[in-house]
T-cell receptor
Framework: DTEVTQTPKHLVMGMTNKKSLKCEQH?????MYWYKQKAKKPPELMFV???????INESVPSRFSPECPNSSLLNLHLHALQPEDSALYLC????????????FGDGTRLSIL | AQSVAQPEDQVNVAEGNPLTVKCTYS??????LFWYVQYPNRGLQFLLK??????LVKGSYGFEAEFNKSQTSFHLKKPSALVSDSALYFC??????????????FGDGTTLTVKP
């Protein structure tokens, strides 16, 4: 069992829908991350939060909107996505954003119709 | 800028034989190096890390890695492979400086297949 919980595990949505991905950790970590991963490829960093403040945005399109309501929760709000956005979305956390390893959730598999 | 190379897309070994998954890196400062494993339909799992100290790092599930500064390598090794080690392995490097703190660069991954 992973210590980072992501919901839902699977999501199918149309291009006009609005949905949200959720991520939760209770390890007291102060850094949280969103990644996008295509099959058999490395994860691509999207956003980094440190102490609930956005630290890095990797030039992600505005149809993806992150939110960190508190130190345990991380959301990714989705709107007007494109078929190429279909992927596995991984959340991760680490104690700090320096030299600490990341703990990953099992991801949300997103399909855009 | 930081980068990671995993020169082998695929590594095949027989069960019980030693395995090596290769990784080389490039950073301008001191590297923080990590190995992760990903099983099908799962997230990445942390195996081991090198920050400072001994060049030989021991991690989970019997894996170890050797940091070689002169060759800028951080190869993953295991003395005796198990069929259950079959998975996708990622090497990652992180260089800590303010503007990119928190950004890890991952290699393209190596698929390890251990045959009975």
């Amino acid at each position: 069992d992973t210590e980072v919980t992501q919901t839902p595990k699977h999501l199918v949505m149309g291009m006009t829908n609005k949905k949200s991905l959720k991520c939760e950790q209770h390890m007291g970590h102060r850094a949280m991350y969103w990644y996008k991963q295509k099959a058999k490829k490395p994860p691509e960093l999207m956003f980094v939060y440190s102490y609930e403040k956005l630290s890095i945005n990797e030039s992600v399109p505005s149809r993806f909107s992150p939110e960190c309501p508190n130190s345990s929760l991380l959301n990714l709000h989705l709107h007007a996505l494109q078929p190429e956005d279909s992927a596995l979305y991984l959340c991760a956390s680490s104690q700090e954003i320096s030299n600490q390893p990341q703990h990953f959730g099992d991801g949300t598999r997103l399909s855009i119709l | 800028a930081q980068s990671v190379a995993q020169p082998e897309d695929q590594v095949n070994v027989a069960e019980g034989n030693p395995l090596t998954v290769k990784c080389t890196y490039s950073v301008s400062g001191n590297p923080y190096l990590f190995w992760y494993v990903q099983y099908p339909n799962r997230g990445l799992q942390f195996l081991l890390k090198y920050i400072t100290g001994d060049n030989l790092v021991k991690g989970s599930y019997g894996f170890e890695a050797e940091f070689n500064k002169s060759q800028t390598s951080f190869h993953l090794k295991k003395p005796s492979a198990l069929v259950s080690d079959s998975a996708l392995y990622f090497c990652a490097v992180r260089e800590f400086h303010n503007t990119n703190a928190g950004k890890s660069t991952f290699g393209d991954g190596t698929t390890l297949t251990v045959k009975p």
